[in-house]
Each structure stands twice: as structure tokens, then as C-alpha cells.
């Protein structure tokens, strides 16, 4: 059942629910039908001196905090009822770290501090309190290391509870290389990494007193392409493929990865202001590099079948709207395996697998690496290389450019 809103006088009301939350969680109503998420803080009271009756009174001390996230007052589409929950989790999870930052600034204290802690819990209150990204592979790593502590004889009695200071530099390595049995390419390596930062976050807060990850690390050849990729056969053989209740949208945004090469936080985030009909040009940046890079912006020239698998918006003030409005990522993902598996096509496909298949096939019809890296975001020729290993064709046809042998001579 959705949780009664109770006006306030100020067109306000608070969403927390906890009497004892600081800051409480509360938003405001706009008149353009949005509302306004705010923290409002409860910073004690002191004396006062009441100028009409002279009497001393106790004035409280309250702080309130925009978070610059809007909810849909009234949402009218799933895309809004999603955005909304969405925001709404996010907007938790700042207030729970707000929280958490005011207990340490005015009573000295930061919850979870204690060496004595599980490291499990306190691993999942750290994902439980993360806002970026990477967020899913966090959830990975640490379900990565549960699993390894439980098939793992020589520690599997920490499976339910381990405390920091158990966790040893043996330890670490162990799972390092349970890692990379269960994973391939970049996949052990990026898991890793998120385990180290959180490893990383409890030293700084003084759970942890040594690192047991220095000097452990997962070497992976990174001009290697491990990923599959579909044949442009194959890719013909996808989008011939519908079911009943197949997702358009998800259909057109993994067609569109196919032939420009987009990740799926880029194509997700797509807006028709990102299309110039005029010249037929595609502009964007980067979610992966925007503010990291001075290289995070990607143009891409659209020919007509893509501006037609685009569309137009309907009213110029749509503008701003999402060309491909989709479901959350792993709803995405499970949508894209059950397409693949009904087209007979018997690979591991994921959203990335799109971006490293138009690589590969750009490259076999004779595109050149550098073109290839622009398209691509790349900001140098490293991260592109790797394609080019994929190339059977390329291979070949530069063992074919040396001169011929005259095995008569030989």
C-alpha cells in the first residue's frame, strides 16, 4: 500500500517514516508537477530569552537540504513510476549516509566502527549506502566472496560471519584466484577491484587496520578480446526473430548498440535532442567518461535506416524525452538472453557484446582502427587494438600482403 501524504502548510510532506531518522527525508510540491526531495536536519535546541514575555524557552536548531531530485507527483507511465522509485532509493541512501556523517560530526561516533564487526554486514551496509554507478558490481563481489568462503574447506566456517582482522593476505590471494575460475577476462579483475574498495573504505574508517590486498593483483590481457561478438549473419538473424511479448524498445536500443556501438548507460540515456536531423548526426557523452575526459564526447553519423529506428519526437517540446524509454538494466538483460536464445543463436550475449560486435564487423568491412576509436569514444588507439585481434580477415589479409614465396628456390 503507498504511504498516506500528509500535507504540511508549506506544501511539503515527510517521507520518512522512523521517528527517530536525522535528517528526516520530506519533499515539496512544485506546480510543475514534480516534488522536491529534501533532508531536513534536527540540530539540537538551546535557551532562549522570548523578547514578548521575557521567558526563557528552548529554541530548536534545524537544518534543511535540497537534494536536486525530483519525484513525478502523479506518475502516468511505467518510464515515471520507474524514475520515481529509482530517485526515491537514491534519495534513501543519501539520507542514511547523511545520517551517518552527522552521528560522527556531533556525538564522535560512526555506526558499524567496531573491529568486531561481519565484515559481510558491513559490506552490504556499505552497498547499501552507495550511490554510484558500479553499483551491481559491488552486489557481485561481495556475492563472489561469500560463495568462495563457502566452497572453500579452509574457510568455509566464515561463511555466515568473518571479521575484518580474518581476513588474510592467503585469504585474499585464494580468492583472487577463485575469481578467475569463475570468471572471464575483465569480468575477474573488475570484481576484484570493487572488493578492494571496499577493503579500501574500511581502513580509512578505521575497521580494517592492514591492507590484506597489497601486492595481490589479477593480471588480465587487456588486448584481448574475450567477449562474443555476432557475425553480421547473425545479427540478421536476431532482428528477424519477434515473440509475443517481446519489448520494442529493448529490441530497437540492442539494434542500434549493433550498428553504433553505444554501451547500454549511453543508449538508455539517449534524448532526441541528442539526434541533429539536419545533418544526420548523433551527439552525446560519454556516461562512462563525461567529467574525466576531455575526449568524453562521441558524434556519429546516422544514415536512414538508423534515423528511422530512432523516430521523431511528436511534439517539439518532447524534445528532451528518451528515445529508448526500457526497464531497469537487469530486466534489459534478461530480456536480450531469452531473444538470443529464440533466435538459435547459442553464444553468451550481453548489452556490451553489442558494442564489441560492431567494433569487430567495422573493422572486417575495412574501416580503419583510428575511425574505429572515434566511434567508439576511444581517446587513443589502446582500448581499440584489441578488435583488431578479433579480425580473422585482417589477419589474414596481412599475411597475404608479404610477397610471395618461390619455394622453387628453396
Known amino acids: 500500500m503507498a504511504q498516506r501524504k500528509n500535507y504540511r502548510a508549506d506544501n511539503t510532506y515527510i517521507i520518512s517514516t522512523d521517528s527517530t531518522d536525522n535528517p528526516k527525508l520530506g519533499a515539496k510540491i512544485l506546480s510543475d508537477g514534480r516534488e522536491s526531495l529534501f533532508l531536513d536536519f534536527y540540530l539540537g535546541y538551546d535557551m532562549a530569552i522570548s523578547s514578548k514575555t521575557g521567558r526563557e524557552y528552548k529554541r530548536v536548531n534545524n537544518k534543511r537540504e535540497y537534494l536536486k531530485l525530483y519525484l513525478w507527483q502523479a506518475p502516468?507511465?511505467?518510464?515515471?513510476?520507474?524514475?520515481?522509485?529509482?530517485?526515491?532509493?537514491?534519495?534513501?541512501?543519501?539520507?542514511?549516509?547523511?545520517?551517518?556523517?552527522?552521528?560522527?560530526?556531533?556525538?564522535?561516533?560512526?555506526?558499524?566502527?567496531?573491529?568486531?564487526?561481519?565484515?559481510?554486514?558491513?559490506?552490504?551496509?556499505?552497498?547499501?549506502?552507495?550511490?554510484k554507478k558500479d553499483y551491481r558490481m559491488l552486489v557481485v563481489a561481495l556475492n563472489r566472496f561469500v560463495d568462495f568462503l563457502n566452497d572453500t574447506p579452509?574457510?568455509?566456517?566464515?561463511?555466515?560471519?568473518?571479521?575484518?582482522?580474518?581476513?588474510?593476505?592467503?585469504?585474499?590471494?585464494?580468492?583472487?584466484?577463485?575469481?578467475?575460475?569463475?570468471?572471464?577476462?575483465?569480468?575477474?579483475?573488475?570484481?576484484?577491484?570493487?572488493?578492494?574498495?571496499?577493503?579500501?573504505?574500511?581502513?580509512?574508517?578505521?575497521?580494517?587496520?592492514?591492507?590484506?590486498?597489497?601486492?595481490?593483483t589479477i593480471k588480465v590481457d587487456g588486448q584481448q578480446l574475450k567477449?562474443?561478438?555476432?557475425?553480421?549473419?547473425?545479427?540478421?538473424?536476431?532482428?528477424?526473430?519477434?515473440?509475443e511479448y517481446e519489448n520494442p524498445n529493448i529490441r530497437r536500443a540492442f539494434i542500434f548498440c549493433l550498428y553504433c556501438g553505444l554501451r547500454f548507460c549511453d543508449v538508455k540515456d539517449l534524448t532526441f535532442a541528442n539526434v541533429d536531423y539536419s545533418n544526420k548526426l548523433l551527439k552525446f557523452e560519454q556516461s562512462k567518461t563525461k567529467g574525466h575526459s576531455a575526449n568524453s564526447g562521441v558524434v556519429i553519423p546516422l544514415n536512414n535506416g538508423l534515423l528511422k529506428l530512432i523516430g521523431e519526437p511528436q511534439r517539439p517540446e518532447d524534445r528532451d524525452g528518451l528515445i529508448f524509454p526500457m526497464p531497469s538494466y537487469e530486466m534489459c538483460s534478461k530480456a536480450l538472453k531469452r531473444?538470443?536464445?529464440?533466435?538459435?543463436?547459442?553464444?553468451?550475449?550481453?548489452?556490451?557484446?553489442?558494442?564489441?560486435?560492431?567494433?569487430?564487423?567495422?573493422?572486417?568491412?575495412?574501416?580503419?582502427?583510428?575511425?574505429?576509436?572515434?566511434?567508439?569514444?576511444?581517446?587513443?588507439?589502446?582500448?581499440?587494438?584489441?578488435?583488431?585481434?578479433?579480425?580473422?580477415?585482417?589477419?589474414e589479409a596481412a599475411i597475404n600482403s608479404l610477397p610471395q614465396i618461390d619455394v622453387s628456390n628453396i
Not at 80 to 106: C, D, H, M, P, W
Not at 193 to 201: D, E, L, S, T
Open 76 to 131: 502516468r507511465t511505467p518510464m515515471e513510476r520507474l524514475q520515481n522509485k529509482e530517485t526515491l532509493e537514491l534519495a534513501k541512501k543519501i539520507r542514511f549516509e547523511r545520517g551517518q556523517e552527522l552521528l560522527e560530526s556531533v556525538e564522535g561516533y560512526r555506526l558499524r566502527k567496531s573491529r568486531d564487526i561481519n565484515f559481510l554486514d558491513y559490506f552490504q551496509s556499505y552497498i547499501d549506502n552507495y550511490t
Open 154 to 216: 579452509e574457510y568455509s566456517k566464515f561463511a555466515n560471519k568473518i571479521k575484518p582482522s580474518q581476513i588474510t593476505k592467503d585469504m585474499v590471494e585464494a580468492f583472487t584466484e577463485y575469481l578467475q575460475t569463475r570468471s572471464v577476462g575483465e569480468g575477474a579483475r573488475s570484481i576484484y577491484a570493487r572488493f578492494k574498495k571496499v577493503i579500501k573504505y574500511a581502513i580509512e574508517h578505521d575497521v580494517m587496520i592492514k591492507n590484506p590486498c597489497t601486492g595481490i
Open 339 to 395: 531473444w538470443v536464445k529464440r533466435a538459435g543463436i547459442n553464444k553468451h550475449i550481453t548489452w556490451h557484446c553489442a558494442r564489441h560486435s560492431f567494433a569487430v564487423n567495422i573493422l572486417n568491412n575495412g574501416a580503419n582502427i583510428k575511425t574505429v576509436a572515434n566511434l567508439l569514444g576511444h581517446s587513443g588507439l589502446k582500448h581499440t587494438e584489441k578488435y583488431t585481434r578479433a579480425v580473422d580477415s585482417l589477419k
Open 227 to 243: 567477449k562474443e561478438v555476432l557475425s553480421p549473419d547473425e545479427i540478421q538473424q536476431l532482428i528477424a526473430t519477434h515473440h
